[in-house]
């Protein structure tokens, strides 16, 4: 009796070790699948980031050889880059909203790329076909941007960053807090910008003459409290803004 209980022990404890060798082996290769799909998963994500740099890198090239073009826009929307995140960090916005206010700026004329040249150089005032065919460029850059994944978030602010505070803006007419937030921004400082820089019918203005412009629009053309918030940053901190102004239209 003991032998044979013996035996039933020693064959149980034998069955054990195969079925335990079995699992082990099975969940050695079920975690070298997992890794083999882990690590194709990784070499896609990195295919899909190399592809999502060369995207951004072709379209924000695409801006910077639009002024290329005008020698008097050279450097503006690097300007209007800097001014805005200096807006935006005087307000104390999230990095998030810091990043997509850079990448809007320096993308808010891409859709100039498709109006003519005789049009965006035009040295007089334009007519009225001409000035229709030029105020069609924030939508054209929305298209342009549109099927581009990292320039989803920024399409409200390069379509509506010439929307008026009153209405009266375009493309859409939209007024008040309709208009994104930081669309709003972005004209702020677009106007600055175009207000503190030559233009071949005018010499650059003042700081103080941007200020002026903004606080008569203040509540037409611009949100008031964005006017306030430029007219402040620039009493606390002129010698930044002069800096940046500077410093791109010298390179």
């Known amino acids: ?11 149980n404890i034998k069955v054990k070790d195969f079925l335990s060798k079995i699992t082990i082996e099975q969940q050695k290769e079920e975690l070298e699948a997992a890794n083999e799909q882990l690590t194709a998963t990784n070499q896609k994500l990195q295919e899909s980031l190399l592809a999502l740099d060369e995207s951004q890198n072709i379209i924000f090239t695409l801006a910077l050889a639009l002024e290329s073009k005008d020698s008097y826009s050279s450097g503006h929307s690097e300007r209007v880059a800097d001014y ?6 005087y307000l104390n916005l999230s990095e998030e909203d810091q990043l997509n206010i850079n990448r809007a700026s320096i993308l808010h004329d891409i859709g100039k790329i498709g109006i003519p040249d005789a049009i965006l150089n035009k040295p007089s005032a334009l007519d009225h076909e001409e000035w229709a065919i030029m105020k069609s460029h924030p939508e054209r850059g929305e ?6 994944n990292f320039a989803k978030e920024i399409l409200p602010i390069i379509r509506y960053h010439h929307e008026h505070y009153d209405g009266k803006g375009y493309p859409d007419a939209l007024s008040g807090e309709k208009i994104p937030f930081l669309a709003r921004l972005v004209s702020i400082a677009d106007t600055v910008d175009a207000i503190t820089s030559s233009r071949p019918y005018r010499s650059a203005g003042t700081f103080e003459k941007a ?4 606080q008569k629009g203040s ?11 430029f007219v402040n940053l620039y ?7 002069n800096s940046i102004r500077n410093k791109v239209c010298l390179s």
């Open 1 to 11: 009796m003991v032998a044979w209980f013996l035996s039933i022990v020693l064959y």
């Open 84 to 89: 805005a995140v200096e807006i935006a960090k």
């Open 235 to 241: 009493n606390n901190n002129s010698a930044m803004l």
């Open 143 to 148: 298209a342009i941007c549109s099927k581009l």
């Open 211 to 214: 200020c002026s412009e903004l």
């Open 219 to 229: 509540g037409t053309q611009f949100d008031p409290v964005l006017v306030e918030a």
